[in-house]
């Protein structure tokens, strides 16, 4: 069993930058794969990035070039550093850790980015 508690969202403006955490109980989180995903209000849940167990991460079109995600096993946290942020970012922002078949969910953080 994992559990996932997301942190770091807020309110910033146009151009500015956030760092959420996706801290994980459990012992043997760094063989878990990560994926942000971001829901707005009344819109499906997309995918954001991940980050494979071996560090490798990769990102969707929107946010390619100002999204960054690593991570830290010894403190059982991923981290997602947004930059350059826009008001279309605004969003729920779950992480999820997976391993073969079992799938764990975050509660999510809110992210606005407003003027």
């Known amino acids: 069993q994992v559990q996932l508690v997301e942190s770091g969202g807020g309110l910033v403006q146009p151009g500015g930058s956030l760092r959420l955490s996706c801290a994980a109980s459990?012992?043997?989180?760094?063989?878990?794969?990560i994926n942000w995903y971001r829901q707005a209000f009344g819109k499906d849940r997309d995918w954001v990035g991940g980050?494979?167990?071996?560090?490798?991460?990769n990102y969707a079109d929107p946010v390619k070039g100002r999204f960054t995600i690593s991570r830290d096993n010894a403190k059982n946290t991923v981290y997602l550093q947004m930059n350059s942020l826009k008001p279309e970012d605004t969003a729920v922002y779950y992480c999820?850790?997976?391993?073969?078949?079992?799938?764990?969910w975050g509660q999510g953080t809110q992210v606005t980015v407003s003027s």
């Open positions: 980050i494979t167990s071996g560090g490798g991460a």
């Open positions: 999820r850790a997976h391993r073969g078949a079992n799938v764990y």
């Open positions: 459990g012992n043997i989180f760094s063989m878990y794969g």
